[in-house]
Each structure stands twice: as C-alpha cells, then as structure tokens.
C-alpha cells in the first residue's frame, strides 16, 4: 500500500471514531496536509506532515506507516509520530486546565444554598412580607 485517503487515515489511527467525523472536519478546514488544506479523498504518503486541529490545539504529526483499516489502540500508534513541540504544547494546554480556577468558587451572586436560606430565614423570622416593611 502506497497511499491512503487521509480520512481513513485519521479514522484508522483513532483520531475520529466514524470517517464521517473526519470528513466533517476536513470539510471545516480543522486539517492540512504538508501545510495544505486538504479534502477528504486527498492521499497521504508515509514521511508526509499532517496537521490536526482538536479541542483548539495543533497536532502535528509525521505519517509513518498506512493502514486503511481501524485497529487496536496500540497498533494505530504505531501509523503516526507526534512531534516534540506538538507534545510539549498539549502538555503546556492539559496542565493550564488542570491549574485553572474552578468557575464556581468565583461565583458571588446566585441562586442562595441552604445554609445561605436558613440564614435568610433567621434574619427575617418565621414569616416575611413584604407588607411589613412598608409601614
């Protein structure tokens, strides 16, 4: 085998679970090969660049062997090198979530919790009305 789609490429080394998946996003322009943008029936040849675009980060990867049919795991990554920098990058993007804040903790306003209930109930009594403050 020579050359391959670079759909089922992508589909073969387990980048997207169904070709339809891929070909979507080939069509979005989310992957280029050798600094091209590519359609989906576009070949691929061992040695050839590719640059994937998932989650809003860029992978590049280095296409070392072909294969047309989904495999295991470990074997599908077995058809692909990932660059250096492209790691280093998802490394840099994974850690930055994993210290980000948590989006709940900066919440100051909102819909009141139990215990934040219970004390407005304790300020206020056992009853609250409105007409009670107007007079």
């Known amino acids: 085998m020579e050359k391959v789609r670079i759909d089922k490429w992508l589909w ?3 980048f997207y679970k169904t070709r339809t998946q891929a070909v979507e996003d080939i069509h979005k322009g989310r992957v280029r090969v050798n600094a091209q943008e590519a359609k989906p029936a576009r070949e691929v040849r061992p040695g050839d660049t590719v640059v994937l675009r ?12 072909l294969s047309d049919k989904r495999c295991s795991a470990p074997v599908a990554q077995q058809l692909y090198d990932e660059t250096s920098e492209s790691m280093r990058l998802r490394a840099q993007a994974a850690e930055q979530r ?6 709940a903790l900066t919440l100051k306003d909102g819909r009141p919790g139990k215990h934040d209930r219970q004390a407005i109930a304790n300020a206020w009594g056992d009853r609250w009305s409105a007409s009670l ?3």
């Open 12 to 14: 073969a080394a387990r």
């Open 133 to 135: 403050d107007s007079s």
């Open 98 to 103: 994993r210290m980000g804040t948590e989006p």
């Open 54 to 65: 998932q989650a809003g980060l860029d992978r590049t990867l280095v296409v070392k062997a």
